[in-house]
């Protein structure tokens, strides 16, 4: 059984994301701890880090906040486009994990002395209107965007656990669990009749996304 929301009941749910993704309240998540946090473990990890590898993991990490933040946005718009109710309750789904990734980023990003990309509020704009225009062309192309989108961030994160200092072993199992998270996301979008986006559209994506990981890494 599904929960059938009204258009205003699904406007008052993306309202209420949207403040407390950019407000700092954050959006309801699974409540998982952070793997960061594993027994054992320095939460911070500065200790084998000195200042240098600090601001550089703390940089990485806010990219990955950005990225998380256009998540909440992504499937916001997708959710208040969704005329299925199957599909607005598994987007919703997805988006409170997302939400437990935009809360580990952001304590990374503290705990390494850093801040958050200034530029939020435009990221959560332009994904969530990304996001209601794939959701209004219906629920194949709305599950293979969501597809799509885990797949290119699973290889954005494998490429930044490259590029993480070697002591920072509490952000490393952050994102080794965020690209669980999207596999799986990715594999339930496809399990539910995700269809493939075309060329362009995926190369449009991937340029986007670029845009945001250059610059939120410095902004």
């Keep these: 059984m599904f929960r059938v929301l009204s258009s205003l009941d699904r406007a008052f749910v993306g309202l209420d994301t949207a403040l407390r993704t950019l407000a700092g309240s954050r959006p309801y998540g699974s409540g998982r701890p952070s793997p960061a946090d594993a027994e054992g473990a320095s939460a911070a990890g500065s200790p084998v880090l000195s200042p240098e590898e600090a601001r550089h993991a703390a940089a ?10 256009s998540a909440q946005a992504l499937y916001q718009g997708q959710a208040a486009a969704a005329e299925n109710p199957e599909l607005y309750n598994l987007l919703q789904s997805a988006a409170r994990e997302e939400a437990d990734h935009l809360r580990w980023t952001e304590e990374r990003i503290e705990a390494l002395g850093g801040r958050a ?24 192309v709305s599950l293979g965007f969501l597809s799509e989108t885990e797949r290119q961030v699973e290889a954005h994160l494998e490429t ?60």
């Design 160 to 219: 930044h656990l490259k590029k993480l200092p070697a002591g920072d072993a509490a952000s490393r199992r952050v994102l080794q669990q965020m690209i669980a998270d999207e596999t799986e996301h990715g594999l339930n979008a496809r399990r539910h009749g995700a269809q493939e986006l075309p060329a362009l559209v995926r190369g449009a994506m991937q340029s986007s996304g670029r845009l945001l990981t250059t610059t939120a890494y410095y902004i």
């Design 117 to 140: 990309s200034l530029l939020n509020p435009v990221w959560f704009g332009g994904a969530f209107l990304l996001g209601y225009l794939a959701g209004r062309m219906g629920g194949p």
């Design 60 to 69: 990485l990490m806010r990219v990955n906040h950005a990225g998380e933040v």
